[in-house]
């Protein structure tokens, strides 16, 4: 059974930067797909970045491109997500997940294992 766990999410001011992890367990697959996503309050949940492992190949929503950079340590299957010049609107609970495939999922719902999610709010 996969397991994702998240963890990084904090209170930080705008202007400022987190990094998430996602330590990613019970996968045996060479080849798959772990994205990160956000929910915020009265919004749908949104893929804001996905990697595919074999590859590396990368994708960014437009909301964030340029400010998070998505990564990850091949010796421990962990993912990072490095946030940098936070808004507001960033404020989020923040998931990773694993795609039903090996091509990435631009939403959630290609997306078939969850972690728990990790609070980041952006507030002064």
């Known amino acids: 059974e996969v397991q994702l766990v998240e963890s990084g999410g904090a209170l930080v001011q705008p202007g400022g930067s987190l990094r998430l992890s996602c330590e990613v367990s019970?996968?045996?697959?060479?080849?798959?797909?772990i994205g990160w996503a956000r929910r915020a309050p009265g919004k749908e949940r949104e893929v804001v970045s996905s990697i595919k492992i074999s590859d590396n190949t990368v994708y960014y929503a437009d909301s964030v491109k340029g400010r998070f950079t998505i990564s990850r340590d091949s010796t421990k299957i962990t993912v990072y997500l490095q946030m940098n010049s936070l808004k507001p609107e960033d404020t989020a609970v923040y998931y990773c997940a694993k795609d039903v495939g090996s091509v990435i999922s631009l939403r959630a719902q290609g997306y078939d294992a969850w972690g728990q999610g990790t609070q980041v709010t952006v507030s002064s």
């Open positions: 019970g996968l045996y697959l060479d080849d798959y797909v």
